[in-house]
C-alpha cells in the first residue's frame, strides 16, 4: 500500500506560521539590556509626568480587563532539582512571560508573589529601553496596578533581581486591532 507523503506546501506553510508567530509571539523574552539595567534604580517608582504620554499607572481604580501575573519558582534550592540550582542558580520566571493589551484600555494587571522567601520587582520598559516605572514585589504579596497604555508597541518587563531569565513582553495593540 502506497504511503501518502506530506504535501511539501503543507511543511512550508507550518514553517513560515512557526517564524510569524515566534516574531509575534516570542514565548520568553530577551534578558534585560545593559541600557535598562543601568536604570534599575535603588528606589521604586511609579510613571510619572514624564512618562503620562506614554503609560498611565494607578495603584487602583477602574479596569476593563484584569490579568494575574504570578512567579513561579522552576529551580530553587529548597525543592531542587539540586544538579539544576548548582548549575544555574535559582531560577524563576513570570507567568504569563506574553500579555496582549489594548492601546487605551484600562488593564489592571496583579503580580502574585508566590514565594514564601523572595523578592522580585518589576521594571517595565518601553520600545525603546527606557525604563517607565519599577516596584518591588515582597514575599508572599499581591499587588495591583491598573496600566493604561497609550502608545502601540512591544513593551519588556523583567525582574531585576533574577536577569536574564525572569523576563516578559506586553504587546500593546492599536486600539481598533483584533488580535
Ligand atoms: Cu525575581
Request: aromatic share 8%.
Amino acid at each position: 500500500m502506497a504511503k501518502r507523503r506530506p504535501s511539501p506546501l503543507c511543511g512550508c506553510s507550518i514553517v513560515l506560521l512557526a517564524v510569524t508567530l515566534s516574531g509575534l509571539c516570542p514565548l520568553r523574552a530577551d534578558a534585560a539590556p545593559p541600557k535598562v539595567m543601568k536604570q534599575a534604580a535603588k528606589h521604586y517608582f511609579l510613571p510619572g509626568p514624564a512618562q503620562s504620554h506614554t503609560l498611565t499607572v494607578m495603584a487602583g481604580g477602574q479596569a476593563e480587563n484584569a490579568i494575574i501575573v504570578m512567579t513561579e519558582a522552576v529551580a530553587v534550592k529548597e525543592t531542587g532539582p539540586k544538579q539544576t540550582v548548582a548549575k544555574f542558580g535559582e531560577v524563576y520566571e513570570f507567568v504569563p512571560p506574553f500579555i496582549a493589551v489594548r492601546e487605551n484600555q484600562p488593564t489592571e494587571l496583579t503580580f502574585w508573589n508566590l514565594q514564601p522567601d523572595d523578592d522580585h520587582d518589576f521594571m517595565l520598559a518601553d520600545p525603546d529601553s527606557n525604563v517607565l516605572m519599577y516596584v518591588d514585589l515582597k514575599p508572599l504579596t499581591r499587588n495591583s496596578y491598573v496600566f493604561t497604555f497609550h502608545k502601540p508597541g512591544l513593551y519588556s518587563f523583567y525582574c531585576a533581581i533574577h536577569q536574564p531569565e525572569m523576563s516578559g513582553q506586553i504587546l500593546v495593540l492599536p486600539r481598533g486591532e483584533k488580535p
